[in-house]
């Protein structure tokens, strides 16, 4: 069957002796509204928390378990959190944890086939496939962001001293690089090139989001200060969409 997988932690579903055999709907993250009723005025005011607040989602399928032998494997496998990937939506993945206790139903007398729901919670964005790296060694370079969300992106800078690094129209100001800098905004924190310490006080700014078009990536010296050098810089962009 086409559809009849799921990938959790990097495992096909059928690896460990399941079929999927209820897919969860390919649906696009809630807002977070507020909807109140006003004395005197018809109709209903619809307050948002935030252009960028989404509600995280539940995803429900239903897998068979063909192997009974692998019960306790099963059980282990879907715990904790990871990355999910779908049938219904194979070019896309989700951060997410398991949310239910699974629970193991027997359908077939004559067999030891069992079903179960599985029901993951999952953060609001689904993050694209197979995307590359991008490499930038001119300033004003642009990028182009697919998605439909803006991105948090980890940024490799290779160069030293001080530097004022834009991406679109923000701003990071980077003092007293060495070697090179790794700006992780899912993280929030500036890294050492081999990612083991910390440089958060060699920064100011807030980190980077790759908002979804065009964005310029450009450095300069920072005022009144000697100027910095930059070498080249590497995107992991983490395209996404809500």
């Not at 239910?100 to 077939?108: C, R």
């Not at 990071?172 to 905004?185: A, C, K, P, V, Y």
Request: with cysteine.
């Amino acid at each position: 069957m086409v559809n009849d997988w799921m990938i959790w932690k990097g495992v096909d579903c059928r690896e460990m002796g399941c079929v999927c055999v209820e897919q969860p709907p390919v649906t696009s993250a809630k807002e977070k509204l507020t909807f109140e009723k006003v004395a005197g005025r018809s109709g209903t005011v619809i307050l948002k928390e935030g252009d960028n607040v989404r509600e995280d989602m539940t995803m429900n399928c239903t897998l068979a378990l063909m192997e009974p032998s692998a019960i306790s494997d099963v059980i282990k496998w879907l715990h904790g959190s990871g990355r999910a990937r779908f049938a219904s939506r194979p070019d896309r993945e989700y951060d997410a944890v398991v949310s239910n206790q699974i629970e193991m139903t027997k359908v077939i007398a004559a067999r030891d086939v069992r079903t179960f729901p599985v029901s993951f919670r999952a953060q609001p964005w689904a993050y694209h496939l197979n995307v590359q790296d991008i490499e930038i060694t001119e300033s004003g370079t642009i990028v182009n962001n697919p998605g439909t969300a803006a991105s948090a992106p980890r940024i490799t800078v290779y160069g030293s001293g001080s530097v004022a690094l834009r991406v679109g129209g923000q701003l990071m100001t980077l003092r007293g690089i060495e070697d090179g800098i790794i700006l992780d905004s899912q993280l929030c924190d500036a890294l050492t090139l081999d990612g083991a310490g910390l440089l958060n006080g060699h920064v100011t700014g807030e980190f980077f989001e790759i908002q979804p078009g065009a964005s310029a990536v450009s450095w300069g010296a920072v005022e009144d200060e000697p100027g910095g050098t930059v070498t080249r810089i590497v995107i992991a962009p983490r395209w996404r969409d809500w």
